[in-house]
């Protein structure tokens, strides 16, 4: 070990692993961005507190490390055991920034008037939520919604499957659907369902899309409560051709935004 890095047992890296749970992400408004991809992004929203990297991961990434030092991020070397703690992968980056929390309030998001928001109701999985914030972020929608008991978007996991894009997009959270719901309606959005038996085929949704709207997205064991499908606006449907019964979160999630995208970026 260098004798300038310093090792599991130091606070602060003991008070960072803490952050692998959800509760001390809350009471602290932090959380641990893993990777070169997240760092780097992270970075470029000017909100990285400070950087562990271990030996290797400053050889792998010396620019990444110099940059965060020259933006006044406390850079800290740390031993390869406090590198493996403070990751959560098989095979740890090296790279770990302290970050503070990104979500914003969903009133924000409303009044910037968006065009396009992503709206998964209890998502539970990380990785699913990662990739579909990822998602969205690609085909430049305006925010994610997580509405109802939906994962934490700061989880380890969930940022890792984001790619970055955590920092990219506005994320909001809003435990009543029925708050979302209104506050849509309020500000002019039209609400889509998708549901296997919507009333709108995709392929003839092209009028509907050219307006601002947001997609609500169902569980991914139960999909999109049948309550909640009926309360949208308009039930759309994504055909099958193939002998495939249903498609998951994240593929729909793709198609859909992108067939918004399509009719979006046209006009």
């Not at 997240?38 to 507190?49: G, I």
């Not at 006044?72 to 740890?92: D, I, K």
């Not at 970050?99 to 924000?108: G, H, K, N």
């Not at 609500?216 to 193939?242: V, Y």
Request: with cysteine.
């Amino acid at each position: 070990m260098s004798a300038d890095a310093i090792d599991w047992r130091n606070p602060r890296v003991v008070s960072a692993v803490k952050l692998h749970r959800a509760p001390q992400r809350r009471k602290t408004g932090r959380f641990l961005a893993e990777g070169a991809n997240s760092v780097e992004a992270a970075l470029d929203t000017e909100r990285v507190e400070e950087l562990f990297y271990s030996a290797r991961a400053a050889e792998r990434e010396h620019a990444l490390v110099a940059s965060a030092a020259a933006l006044g991020v406390r850079t800290t070397q740390v031993s390869e055991r406090a590198a493996e703690m403070l990751g959560e992968t098989v095979t740890p980056p090296g790279l770990v920034a302290v970050c503070r929390t990104v979500d914003v309030p969903l009133q924000r998001v409303l009044d910037g008037r968006p065009r396009t928001l992503a709206v998964p109701v209890e998502i539970a999985d990380p990785g699913n939520a990662g990739t579909l914030i990822r998602v969205a972020d690609a085909v430049g929608a305006d925010a994610v919604v997580l509405a109802g008991d939906s994962v934490d978007p700061h989880n380890g996991k969930c940022v890792r499957a984001c790619a970055g894009s955590l920092f990219h997009v506005p994320v909001a959270r809003e435990r009543d659907v029925d708050v979302v719901l209104a506050a849509l309606r309020e500000a002019g959005v039209a609400v889509l369902a998708t549901t296997a038996r919507g009333e709108v085929d995709l392929d003839d949704a092209d009028e509907i899309l050219a307006g601002p709207v947001a997609w609500l997205f169902g569980n991914e064991a139960h999909g999109l409560d049948p309550e909640i499908a009926r309360r949208a606006d308009h039930r759309i449907r994504i055909p099958i051709h193939g002998r495939a019964e249903s498609l998951n979160l994240a593929a729909a999630a793709a198609i859909c935004l992108y067939a918004g995208a399509r009719v979006q970026h046209r006009e």
